[in-house]
C-alpha cells in the first residue's frame, strides 16, 4: 500500500522531518518517488531482516496503540539508520 502516494503521504506526515528528508534524499538518489522507494523499504525488511530486527518490531508492535502505523514507522526509520537497517550491508 505505501507505494500509492497518499497512504505514503499520510504515513510519511507521521514522521520526524529529518527521518522524511532523509528518506527523500535516498529516494531521490536511486531515481524513485518517496511512495515507491518507502513500499521497496518494507518489502525489502520483510524479505531481509534478521531475527534480532524483527524481536524489537514485534516489541513495537506489541506496545503501540496502532501497531500497523508503528510498524511500518520503525522499518522507515530503520532504513534511514545505517546501525539497524537490513538494506544497507
Known amino acids: ?4 502516494p497518499g497512504v505514503a503521504a499520510a504515513v510519511l506526515s507521521t514522521l520526524d522531518a529529518p527521518t522524511v528528508l532523509q528518506l527523500e534524499q ?3 538518489a536511486a531515481s524513485m518517488a518517496v511512495a515507491d522507494f518507502a513500499a521497496g523499504a518494507v518489502r525489502e525488511f520483510v524479505d531481509r531482516a534478521e531475527d534480532d530486527l524483527w524481536f524489537q518490531l514485534l516489541t513495537i ?6 501497531p500497523g502505523l508503528a510498524a511500518v514507522q520503525t522499518v522507515l526509520r530503520w532504513v534511514v539508520t545505517d546501525r539497524h537497517s537490513p538494506l544497507q550491508r
Open 1 to 4: 500500500m505505501l507505494d500509492r
Open 26 to 28: 535516498r529516494a531521490a
Open 61 to 66: 508492535i506489541r506496545e503501540a496503540e496502532d
